[in-house]
């Protein structure tokens, strides 16, 4: 890889504000955790260094802020004695997947030192300068390495939602072909990724072909189907699902997408 993208972001907020921020922090993260199926994870809280910058007494204000928000979400925690960095503590989310393997993507770090080197003051209520404090908060660290975590989490077979390939066409013969183009068509048109697979193959090939390349609904479509405008649906893993309309199919699978569903 050439290089990576983290998602990092910079909060500036007075030193009464970081427990507030540190919270809507980890209710971000949570979010997107849940939201991608990563429900197991250790969570570290790093404290003071022997080398570091900024006083004592802003150490302890925001190591007690991050210590708070923690349990005012009652997120279990370890303490990392010593492993803060050198202008703040953080806390450390590494997320486990199906093996039970851990990866380190989420911080959240409390920093003294930037806003001092980049001289930066806002005005308080008593019409004084004083100096902000920093969060940095990186909610799935390398953006391309958590997709690589993704892929080693579900093997390839990716919930409905994120799976690139959503929806495989499969008519039985050419005669069904026209059809199948409608099909795909009217799944396209309601933002459903799909492909035709319209080789001069055998049925079987086609559909164990799809089922290897772990895509989540395929539609076989024969004599009948085109013949009462409906679809056959077989789902990833269950098989065979039975025959229903096309805008009932478009609306089930547009549900299970909407809702970001992770039982496909």
């Excluded at 990576?4 to 504000?17: E, G, K, L, M």
């Excluded at 910058?53 to 991050?66: C, F, H, P, Q, S």
């Excluded at 989420?106 to 930037?114: A, M, R």
């Amino acid at each position: 890889m050439r290089g990576f993208t983290q998602d990092d972001a910079h909060i500036f907020c007075r030193p009464d504000q970081i427990e507030e921020e540190i919270i809507r922090c980890l209710d971000f993260t949570m979010f997107f955790l849940n939201t991608f199926g990563f429900t197991d994870f250790d969570v570290y809280l790093s404290t003071r260094p022997e080398k570091f910058v900024g006083t004592i007494e802003n150490w302890d204000l925001a190591t007690k802020a991050l210590e708070e928000a923690l349990n005012t979400k009652k997120l279990a925690y370890s303490i990392d004695p010593g492993e803060g960095v050198f202008y703040g503590p953080k806390i450390d989310i590494k997320i486990k997947d199906v093996l039970k393997r851990s990866w380190q993507c989420t911080t959240i770090q409390v920093d003294f030192n930037g806003p001092e080197r980049f001289n930066m003051s806002y005005v308080g209520e008593d019409g004084q300068q004083h100096p902000p404090i920093m969060i940095h908060r990186a909610l799935l660290g390398s953006i391309e390495r958590f997709f690589g975590v993704l892929i080693e989490h579900y093997g390839g077979a990716f919930p409905l939602w994120l799976a690139p390939l959503q929806v495989m066409v499969i008519p039985i013969t050419e005669k069904q072909y026209a059809y199948a183009k409608d099909v795909v068509n009217k799944l396209k048109e309601a933002g459903i990724r799909t492909k035709l697979d319209d080789r001069s193959e055998k049925i079987g090939f086609k559909i164990r072909e799809a089922e290897t390349q772990k895509i989540p609904y395929m539609l076989v479509l024969g004599e009948r189907e085109v013949a009462g405008n409906t679809v056959a649906v077989r789902k990833r893993r269950s098989g065979d699902v039975g025959t229903m309309s096309i805008d009932e199919f478009v609306c089930q699978v547009k549900k299970e997408i909407d809702t970001k569903s992770l039982t496909t």
